[in-house]
């Protein structure tokens, strides 16, 4: 019996024949295998990712090729489950075998679950979800923009809400695509147009509940960039209560409901009236304490001067400077009437003497060369004198 002599292999032609055989097996050209990522590296000038896959006890090295990459709609990261589609195949250089990946999905969470979850980590540590850069909404605003489906029940909801509760504030829809394709760019445009313009003091934006597909143009991240830079409030209002997305994170307030939204946009028009009425009743209260305060005080005022008033000072000295008044009156009285019985005596006296009075009686009054005759020796026979009685004056001659 003749021993076959065994075949000498180099390590290229082992390397190719085991490439052979996994090649032409069927079942390794297509399969699908789940594992947990690790090592994930993508080439930053090819595009193409690097990484392994493993599970609790083994590992195996795998290649997904630029035009793959760009078609996932999440960013593998290391840790995470998946499912792959993929290829088996050796890299003979290195004799090692390696899965060449098609297509990948997450295990376990939908794809779009996975980008909402990374975008949202994205935006959060750059700070867009940070509570110092929201923007107070004004308490009562003169108008509110709305930003959603011109037919949907969300725009109905608003408009009850805001017409019942505020309706005197201005409204301005900017009518929008809610979801399908063209939806985040609509959104987008519309928040930037109330952003430049200022035509509004607060902006809700939002639509009724739904699938997270047809939530998705509101995880958009440049909507979510465009909210963060709008220079005007935003009520964020998408879905239900249970429903988040990414507008609600970024936005400066975020309601369960469009009609929540409607209802924290604008007061209620009767809490205001009542508040006005507390104020009206709290500022008369206030005057009323004011006015008995200040009247306390004057009274307390009132019995100090009372004690010490000037007026009683003035009073007494008006008193004395009458009373001296009076006794000066009663004494210049006094001395005018003895002026005048001193007046009537001289006058009496003068009376008596005045020699027109004399000659009112009959007398005579004779003058020789005006000297006064007062004996019959101031004359003698022949003189000339001259007589005056009281109604005139003639001569008489002596004889």
Known sequence: MITPTPKVYSVSQLNARIANLIASDEELQMIFIEGELSNVNINSKSGHMYFSLKDKNSVIRAV????????????????????????????????????????????????????????????????????????????????????????????????????????????????????????????????NLFSQSKAADVVIIGRGGGSMEDLWAFNDEGLARA??????????????????????????????????????????????????????RQGIAAVNTQFEFKQAEIDKLSQITAAHSPLDEVEKDLELVNSFAVRAANAANHSLDNAAAQANELFTKVEALNPVAVLNRGFAYITHDENNVSSVTDVKSGDLLDITVKDGKFQAEVK
Request: hydrophobic share 45%; net charge negative.
């Open 227 to 280: 909210i963060y830079a709008c220079q005007v409030p935003v009520i964020s209002a998408v879905g239900h209560e249970t429903d988040t997305t990414l507008c609600d994170f970024v936005s400066d307030l975020r309601a369960p409901t469009p009609s929540a939204a409607a209802e924290l946009a604008v007061p209620n028009r009767f809490d205001l009236l009542e508040n006005v009425q507390n104020l009206f």
């Open 64 to 191: 997904m090729f630029s035009w793959a990459v760009r078609n996932l709609r999440f960013r593998p990261e290391d840790g995470m489950k998946v499912i792959m589609r993929a290829q088996v195949t050796v890299y003979e250089p290195s004799g090692q075998y390696q899965l060449r990946v098609e297509d990948m999905q997450p295990d376990g969470v939908g794809v779009l679950a996975m980008q909402f979850e990374q975008l949202k980590k994205k935006l959060g540590a750059e700070g867009l979800f940070a509570e110092e850069h929201k923007k107070p909404i004004p308490a009562i605003p003169k108008t509110v923009g709305i930003i959603t489906s011109p037919t949907g029940a969300a725009i109905r909801d608003i408009l009850d809400i805001i017409g019942r509760r505020f309706p005197c504030v201005d409204l301005v829809l900017a009518p929008v695509l809610v979801q399908g394709e063209g939806a985040p760019a609509q959104l987008t445009n519309a928040i």
